[in-house]
């Protein structure tokens, strides 16, 4: 009678906390992170998660993107959490890469909170030679370091 008692008990405890439970995501780990993409062919980024300032909400993390080469150029943002990612939009003023020269685009990286893979989406008003606007696609994971 007492094993019937305490699992009866059980059975309610799992089902009231899966009630009231509040939801949970992904909270994204503070720290240095290698930038593992196919979008550049002679450099790459670590990037430096924070918390964000003055938010300081697990919905926000402070991306800081440093390139491993001196002439590329630096960017970061704030990424927000909503449906199982992460997403941050930052303008890069050397985003594209023409012949000779590079343009400006304006660069959406949006990562699975889980996994940390996730895509680059980059778009530019001038294409190379003052071409048509348009748009290139990535992907990327994140590595810890």
């Given at each position: 009678m007492r094993l019937i008692s305490v699992g009866a008990v059980a059975a309610a405890l799992t089902a009231t906390a899966s009630i009231v439970a509040?939801?949970?995501h992904a909270t994204m780990?503070?720290?240095?992170?290698?930038l593992l993409t196919n979008r550049y062919?002679?450099?790459?980024w670590v990037w430096f998660i924070s918390a964000c300032i003055p938010e300081k909400v697990p919905e926000c993390a402070n991306?800081?993107?440093r390139p491993r080469l001196q002439y590329?150029?630096?960017y970061g943002g704030k990424a927000w959490y909503a449906d199982g990612r992460y997403t941050f939009t930052v303008d890069v003023?050397?985003?594209l890469r023409c012949p000779g020269y590079n343009l400006p685009t304006r660069e959406t990286y949006s990562w699975d909170a889980v996994t940390l893979v996730g895509t680059i989406d980059s778009r530019y008003d001038v294409g190379c030679f003052n071409g048509p606007p348009g748009t290139?696609?990535?992907t990327?994971?994140?590595q810890r370091l």
């Amino acid at each position: 009678m007492r094993l019937i008692s305490v699992g009866a008990v059980a059975a309610a405890l799992t089902a009231t906390a899966s009630i009231v439970a509040p939801t949970s995501h992904a909270t994204m780990r503070q720290g240095n992170y290698d930038l593992l993409t196919n979008r550049y062919d002679r450099a790459s980024w670590v990037w430096f998660i924070s918390a964000c300032i003055p938010e300081k909400v697990p919905e926000c993390a402070n991306v800081a993107a440093r390139p491993r080469l001196q002439y590329y150029a630096y960017y970061g943002g704030k990424a927000w959490y909503a449906d199982g990612r992460y997403t941050f939009t930052v303008d890069v003023p050397d985003g594209l890469r023409c012949p000779g020269y590079n343009l400006p685009t304006r660069e959406t990286y949006s990562w699975d909170a889980v996994t940390l893979v996730g895509t680059i989406d980059s778009r530019y008003d001038v294409g190379c030679f003052n071409g048509p606007p348009g748009t290139q696609f990535w992907t990327f994971a994140l590595q810890r370091l």
